[in-house]
């Protein structure tokens, strides 16, 4: 009779747990690369399908690792000039372009309480509509019987 602690009971159970370890560790690698294989199709066809938005979430991204970042006292030294005349020159724009705006809209006569009025008069013709249709379904549903 064979000892069950005999090397060659050991060596059968061994390359037996070996063979199955293999084969789980082969299947594990598979499912990953093919998991990666499709996280990569489906980045590309977002990218194919709408590089914008791809390269606006890139943007974002980078201006949260930029604002989680400490900013250093050369930075500081370095941007302030220009972010002082970044922003100078857009609060001009700004201005520019309401001033002009406005403008242009009192040149057409158009003022938000004619803005207003006409959405109002839009709307309850709208609502006189809608209640002259129900009125007519009504009708038509006393008619049918």
Do not use: C, F, H, W
Request: proline share 3%; glycine share 6%.
């Amino acid at each position: 009779m064979t000892d069950p602690r005999s090397s060659d009971a050991y060596d059968t159970a061994g390359s037996s747990a070996g063979a199955t370890a293999r084969r789980r560790a082969i299947e594990a690698y598979d499912s990953a690369r093919s998991s990666v294989t499709d996280a990569g199709r489906q980045a590309v066809d977002t990218l194919t399908e709408a590089p914008l938005i791809a390269l606006a979430g890139g943007l974002a991204a980078g201006a949260l690792i930029a604002a989680l970042l400490p900013r250093t006292q050369t930075e500081d030294r370095l941007i302030r000039p220009t972010a002082r005349r970044v922003r100078r020159s857009a609060e001009a724009a700004t201005a520019a372009a309401r001033e002009t705006g406005t403008q242009r809209l009192e040149e057409l006569g158009l003022s938000r309480e004619k803005g207003e009025a006409t959405i109002r008069s839009l709307l309850d013709r709208v609502t006189d509509a809608a209640k002259a249709s129900a009125r007519a379904a009504g009708d038509a549903a006393k008619n049918a019987n």
